[in-house]
């Protein structure tokens, strides 16, 4: 095999392993293994889980999701051509440390604590490990307005995600058993020494 031969081989096969990997890129979170700041990849919620969770957008707005990896999200709220806001939620598995600061929060959200960082940002810490931020751009949002936009995520649903994987809905909840008397049958032929009582069906725990 000549020189030129084998060195336009081993070109194209550099190109195919460029080009699979080119490809392969946008799947790489769905890949198993790997680890996310030292933490499984199993262990870390992916970010397409977070994506249904952030506020509709109301007439004259728009949702436009710019970001999304393992452990984080981010949108932007725009109107028209500005940009209102900048929304995110992050799962603090990989960043223990980004949970201290709420530990100082004298005010809450749905019950959880709430913090405003600086004059622009708000932030939430939902079930001790989503942090949920907003922060103004442009004009900026007032702290109410923030509020009120961290609010609109749907937290319930942020705070009910399992490790790693986005939870199914609970199924409803049974209704409650209605406890009814049931006699205790005397033997035949056993004298009865005293008034027959009911017992009650409890509903197992």
């Known amino acids: 095999m000549s020189r030129i031969l084998r060195w336009g081989l081993g070109l194209l096969l550099m190109a195919g392993l460029l080009v699979g990997a080119f490809l392969f890129l946008p799947f790489r979170s769905w890949l ?3 680890t996310v700041a030292d ?3 199993s262990e870390v919620v992916n970010g397409t889980a ?3 969770l952030f506020p509709k957008a109301q007439p004259s707005e ?4 710019t970001q999304e990896k393992r452990g984080f999200s981010e949108a932007r709220l725009k109107q028209g051509d500005d940009i209102k806001a900048l929304l995110a939620i992050s799962d603090t598995t990989t960043a223990p440390a980004a949970r201290s600061k709420f530990e100082a929060s004298r005010e809450k959200l749905q019950g959880w604590p709430l913090i405003d960082q600086g004059s622009q940002a708000s932030a939430l810490l939902v079930a001790d490990r989503f942090q949920v931020k907003v922060i103004g751009q442009g004009v900026g949002l007032d702290v109410q307005q923030r509020h009120e936009l961290i609010g609109a995520f749907d937290l319930k649903g942020l705070a009910a995600l399992q490790s790693g994987v986005d939870s199914k809905a609970a199924p409803p909840a049974l209704p409650p058993v209605r406890q009814q008397p049931v006699k ?5 032929g056993q ?3 005293a008034p027959s009582r009911t017992a009650v069906l409890e509903p197992a725990t």
């Open 191 to 193: 004298k009865q020494t």
């Open 50 to 52: 977070f994506n249904r």
């Open 39 to 41: 933490v499984a990849k």
């Open 184 to 188: 205790i049958p005397v033997p035949a």
């Open 32 to 34: 198993p293994g790997g």
């Open 62 to 65: 728009q949702i436009v999701f």
